[in-house]
């Protein structure tokens, strides 16, 4: 079965900060991979995905995630965090031998002081 | 591009009362749509996913004749959630996904439905 860790359920960070979310994943072959973010009351964005290739992939807003298969991470990254960047993020995990249905974390709420 | 509509954005109304959700694609065929669950501060749980012309998939412990699923056409899926009770008050977000497998999929805004 397939299955996300998200960690940490809440990170504060200041405006300006760098930031990194952790994921892990359960996958029994070559996952699919993906990053959403949900602000309050609305419904999910994609951030970014990784399906194969460079390990180092480049999303919106600034995000980058990296996959790391030895370590079953997909961790997501921004170097400078804006205070727009509050909001939830959610990991998933997919593919072809789960029928191509994501698996979601339980997300980590991000706060950003000013 | 890759928008997806849900509509309505919120609905209140009384108990036993049947309540349809849309999901629209609006600038892609979806050859496959899901819809999912969200409790407050919880994760999404996937409801059901239904590909174009057939019938929904449930996942286990989903009442299929609770949650009516039909996906008559390749940008449009409703759920319809019958005889609603306020246990089934939640928030509902729909998501599409067209072409092969390893195509991203891209949600609604989401329903927030309350059963008073």
């Keep these: ?114 | 591009g890759a928008v997806v509509s849900q509509h309505p954005s919120r609905v209140i109304c009384k108990s036993g009362t049947s309540v349809k959700i849309e999901c629209r694609s609006l600038d892609f065929q979806a050859t496959t749509m899901f819809w999912y669950r969200q409790f407050p501060k919880q994760s999404l749980m996937l409801m059901a996913t239904s590909n174009e012309g057939s019938k929904a998939t449930y996942e286990q412990g989903v009442e299929k004749d609770k949650f009516l699923i039909n996906h008559a056409s390749l940008t449009l899926s409703t759920l319809t959630v019958t005889s609603a009770h306020p246990e089934d008050s939640s928030f509902y977000i729909c998501s599409a996904r067209g072409g092969s497998g390893n195509q991203p999929q891209h949600f609604g805004d989401g329903t927030r439905l309350s059963i008073l």
Excluded at chain 1, 15 to 28: H, Q, V
Excluded at chain 1, 58 to 73: C, L, P
Excluded at chain 1, 83 to 89: F, G, I, P, T, V
């Design chain 1, 1 to 114: 079965a397939q299955s996300v860790t998200q960690p940490d359920i809440h990170i504060t960070v200041s405006e300006g900060a760098s930031l990194e979310l952790r994921c892990n994943y359960s996958y029994g072959a070559t996952p699919y991979l993906f990053w959403y973010v949900q602000s309050p009351g609305q419904g999910l964005q994609l951030l970014l995905k990784y399906f194969s290739g460079d390990t180092l992939v480049q999303g919106i807003k600034g995000f980058e995630a990296e996959f790391k298969r030895s370590q079953s991470s997909f961790n997501l990254r921004k170097p400078s965090v804006h205070w727009s960047d509050a909001a939830e993020y959610f990991c998933a995990v997919g593919g072809t031998r789960g029928g191509n249905k994501l698996t979601f974390g339980t997300g980590t709420q991000l706060k950003v002081e000013l």
